[in-house]
């Protein structure tokens, strides 16, 4: 509407979406849009065009943006102070990179840019990025591991805005090592390997969160990061955990899923013996009990399990990541929804004992109690969720786990589900009958 400042408009938009929604669909913070309702500063247009998208306000709050942009500087929160930018103004920046005043600015608009980060962190990026020289692969490598850590160890919510700056970084070293290496450069490949390692673990997080939409869009960009990369057991990790992440978080259908492993089948061909390969039939054990084919996904775990026993299996960037307990994980979940229960309480135990992300052995206690209800000990089962549902803290109650709860309900039979007990599980998931 005329007349309507930029806030009036990205807040008439939002609608009835609380800050949080905005905030993680535009891959920023809460903070940083509730300023921009209320009017405390300009966004860079890298931010508008994320929250059109977010709003799906179809240009109109780019519109308003353009209708209403004024010279004033970005948020204070992302500007420091002149006494605290004076030392960064002087710094000198690489020419072999053709770096200039221009070049500056730009550093500081992408330090404000990819979220609400505070004044502290906005100018020790502005400094990481100036100061000449690039960080070597092994120091991205460390990045990824350190990020996996804090993914495994605390609320994913914390977690989120820490892979974003690395990412911010990691993009800026790959324009740099692309404009003089080239593409096809060996340190230009590796940085892409980062980039792809780091857009796994942000998927992995907003996952976690339940924003799955944006989930997404970042399992893509790790795809063609990874493409871009040429490591085949890369693309092949990334492929096999956005399909199990689909299934899990119950971003897609199963038998979308099974598509998008049957289109990794090229990649597989190349790399047959990568352990990539083998986590691209761990999923489809998973999607194949899912849509009640548990004869065909038994077996195809079985045929896996013997070639781990027998083949060593190569594994690049993050290979923590991608051997962290996933045979154990996906046995549990394959024999408990095919009521097999002695297997499934074998899995579990394996997947309690070895897996180090916290939420995988509260998943797999789920999925042993959704084993128990296939079974026919409905109210057993039910009960079991509950208890482990309830003792686990709030923040650790991931979309994942949640699903895993909601699982163990869709087992009792559509006869059954009048039970109170199915009553108290609907009310710890937030399920309306």
Known sequence: M???????????????????????????????????????GTPTLTVVEALDAATHAGGELIEAYERNETPTAPIAEFRPSTATMSPVRTLKIDDAYGEDTTERRRLLQMAAGLGAVGPTEALRQLIDLSIPGSRPIEDWELACADHLHAIRHRPPAQVQADVRIDLTAVLH????????????HAQTRGLYRALSALSTLHANVLTRLGDHGAAIRWWRTARHAADASGDLHLQLGVRSTEAGHGISGSQRDPMTVLRMLDAAQPIMARAPSSYGAALIDYTRAKALSMVGRHDEACDTLERISERLATEQLPVGIMADYWRA??????????????????????????????????????????????????????DEGLREAADILDELPAMHRTTLVMRAGRMVLSAVPVEQRGRAAVGDLRSMLAIEA
Do not use: M
């Open 325 to 378: 307990g996933q045979l154990p994980f996906a046995r549990v979940w394959v024999y408990s929804a095919a009521g097999d229960e002695s297997r499934a309480v074998d899995a579990r135990e394996q997947v309690i004992a070895s897996n180090p992300d916290r939420q995988y052995p509260v998943i797999a206690r789920l999925l042993t109690s959704q084993c128990t209800v296939v079974n026919g000990g409905i």
């Open 173 to 184: 070293q790959l324009r740099q090592a692309t404009a003089q290496l080239g593409a096809d």
């Open 2 to 40: 005329d007349g309507e400042t930029f806030g009036q408009v990205l807040r008439r938009l939002r609608g009835k979406r609380t800050l949080q929604a905005v905030a993680n669909a535009a891959d920023i913070s809460i903070s940083y849009v509730h300023k921009l309702e209320n009017g405390h």
